[in-house]
């Protein structure tokens, strides 16, 4: 799936903030206007630092894993995990 303003989730280098709630990982690239989900625990071969999370049984997935949707993105600061946060849980309470 390609979507203009979305960078890939395994391509480039750019910074990203990542929450991985109920089984999905939430991503936001910095400069993106999506943010990608994917589906599981989605660390894609890269250090990742996780304030807190409480994850399911499966497995963590180090390879690309496919895109299941993307959620719109504010153009606020990519960094802003509130907004992310926020984001996700209008996103679940869409499901």
């Given at each position: 799936m390609?979507?203009?303003g979305l960078t890939?989730?395994?391509?480039?280098a750019t910074a990203c903030s990542?929450?991985?709630?109920?089984?999905?990982?939430f991503r936001w690239v910095k400069g993106d206007r999506y943010v990608a989900v994917m589906r599981g625990t989605c660390v894609d071969q890269?250090?990742?630092?996780?304030?807190?999370d409480h994850f399911n049984d499966g497995p963590v997935f180090e390879t690309?894993?496919?895109?299941?949707d993307a959620i719109p993105?504010?153009?606020?600061?990519?960094?802003?995990?509130?907004?992310?946060?926020q984001l996700i849980q209008q996103w679940?309470?869409?499901r």
């Open positions: 390609t979507i203009r890939h989730p395994y391509a480039g990542r929450m991985f709630v109920n089984g999905f990982t890269r250090r990742v630092y996780i304030f807190s690309p894993q496919p895109l299941i993105a504010p153009h606020t600061e990519w960094a802003d995990d509130s907004t992310l946060r679940l309470a869409k």
